[in-house]
């Protein structure tokens, strides 16, 4: 259920930074149009910092509407606070989301011990799939595989979304977790060289504009088409570099600008993109067949 290419939705907003629903849910249809095989809203490509709880759980509302069932909504669940995590969660069960994903807790920077039992905690309070993302340059603390290998005997604790860049990293947790631990990469370069360590698939910032060819490249190496998977991984590099020349996700939010796909609007503190990073975000767009 959870393989393949999976697309961190961004939000799209209006120039006076309001919620755009009609065009999230137009993201949305096209997303699933073009084989995206999974959907998560409100991470942090989402905006989930800036957005209020209200706006929060709305999204999540508005996706598993336009989703239909047709691929799996995996709803963004987490806070430094546990308390809202769980509120979060709660809610992502009631709206009908397929799995939540959680961020290991960013700024207070507990110990280990403190991970542990925060996701401990959100897996005892609500009975939903949930991934572990671990991403320490956003959120500081690195979860440690034996630390991922205790969560991982919890039923509803399913895989984790690893945004590390370490190739190393999914080959111990495989080891550590099993194989039914589910390991999604959360890092775009490393998509394919994460699945050949363990992997089954890739959280995406890059498919919120180049759908059909992260779709195509996962399932070309699902299918052993590795020549084929590996020369789409090429042609997205330079739309990787672009995407994350600034910070995430305002070059993401830009590009999708340049498709029709919402306004380019960040809120504070992301600031617009620059000139030059404008610039080459279009260039890699074109240079990767998705502008003329």
Known sequence: MFQGSMVALITPMRQDGSVDEKAFQDLVEWQIAEGTEGLIPVGTTGESPTLSHAEHKRVVELCVEAAKGRV??????????????IDFARHAKKAGADATLVVTPYYNKP?????????????????????????????????????????????????????????????????ACGEDFIQLSGEDHTALAFNAAGGVGCISVTANVA????????K?????????????QERLVPLHDSLFAETSPAPVKYAASLLGKGTDKCRLPLAPVSEPVRKRVREAMVSAGLLN
Not at 74 to 83: D, F, K, L, R, V
Not at 220 to 232: H, Q, Y
Request: proline share 6%.
């Open 111 to 175: 110990t280990q011990e403190g991970m542990f039992l925060h996701f401990q905690a959100i897996a005892e309070a609500v009975d939903l799939p949930m991934f572990i993302y671990n991403i320490p340059p956003r959120s500081v603390v690195d979860m440690s595989v034996e630390t991922m290998a205790r969560l991982a005997k919890h039923k509803n604790i399913v895989g984790v979304k690893d945004a590390t860049a370490n190739l190393t990293r999914p080959l111990h947790t495989k080891r």
């Open 211 to 218: 759908p059909r060819l992260c779709a195509e490249m996962q």
């Open 220 to 232: 070309a190496w699902r299918e052993g088409r590795l020549g084929e998977a590996m020369a789409i």
């Open 72 to 85: 799996p909504v995996i709803a963004g669940a987490g806070s430094n606070s546990t308390e809202e995590a």
